[in-house]
């Protein structure tokens, strides 16, 4: 079963304007983290963000902020003041605590265009 | 800190050939992930080293291999290549690991 969706492919946005990327999860496992990644073309993995799911507060850094929805299990990126330079695929990824090996899951990730 | 680092960045190989694929890890740290990442899609966890063991493994063949060593670097090994290998291959580390991940750039796999 898929743990981790991202049903939007690609977006579009206009520079200085917001951006929220939708990410809808699943588990057992009452422990867990939440990450979100950038992936520009050169191939690295930039850890943006984390929210866990004890935390009672919704995950600020910089421009980036989680909107937590526990109940809803969706832990959506949004993105203020975009720049061009946000132009890249994001991964929303999931850790389960409850598991030995603290594996991510990864969605299948979300391109962002930036335009000018 | 001098981050991850992996090499080479770009590979290319025949199938049925063998494959090792090196990463520097953060001085440290004590774990070492390898992720798989077809093109278009997310990355899939192969298997995670901690301090020289593996501790955990995805859903891939045993021909997929890896080892750490104790001055923080590890490999990933492929043997027998198949052209669905093709793929980016990153490696992460982390001090512990219930701590985040430092990614490194991949190595860019092509199997011909």
């Known amino acids: 079963a898929q743990k981790i969706t991202q049903t939007q492919p690609g977006m579009f946005v206009q520079e200085k304007e917001a951006v929220t990327l939708d990410c809808t999860y699943d588990?057992?496992?009452?422990?867990?983290?939440l990450f979100w990644y950038k992936q520009p073309s050169s191939g690295e993995m930039i850890f943006l963000i984390y929210?866990?799911?004890?935390?009672?507060q919704n995950a600020t850094e910089g421009r980036y902020s989680l909107n937590f929805q526990k109940a809803r299990k969706s832990a959506n990126l949004v993105i203020s003041a975009s720049q061009l330079g946000d132009s890249a695929m994001y991964f929303c990824?999931?850790?389960?605590?409850?598991?030995?090996?603290?594996?991510?899951?990864f969605g299948a990730g979300t391109t962002v265009t930036v335009r000018a | 800190e001098t981050g991850v680092t992996q090499s080479p960045t770009h590979l290319i190989k025949t199938r049925g050939q063998q494959v090792t694929l090196r990463c520097s890890s953060q001085?440290?740290?004590?774990?070492v992930s390898w992720y798989q990442q077809a093109l278009g899609q997310g990355p899939q966890f192969i298997f995670q080293?901690?301090?020289?063991?593996?501790?955990g493994r995805g859903n891939f063949p045993p021909r997929f291999s890896g080892l750490q060593f104790p001055n923080y670097s590890s490999e990933l090994n492929v043997n027998a290549l198949e052209l669905d290998d093709s793929a980016l291959y990153l490696c992460?580390?982390?001090?512990?690991?219930?701590?985040?991940?430092?990614f490194g750039s991949g190595t860019r796999l092509t199997v011909v």
């Open positions: 992460a580390s982390s001090l512990e690991a219930e701590d985040g991940y430092t």
């Open positions: 588990t057992s496992d009452p422990s867990y983290g």
């Open positions: 929210q866990g799911s004890y935390d009672q």
């Open positions: 990824a999931m850790r389960e605590l409850g598991s030995n090996d603290y594996k991510l899951s």
């Open positions: 001085s440290g740290h004590n774990t």
């Open positions: 080293y901690y301090r020289e063991e593996e501790n």
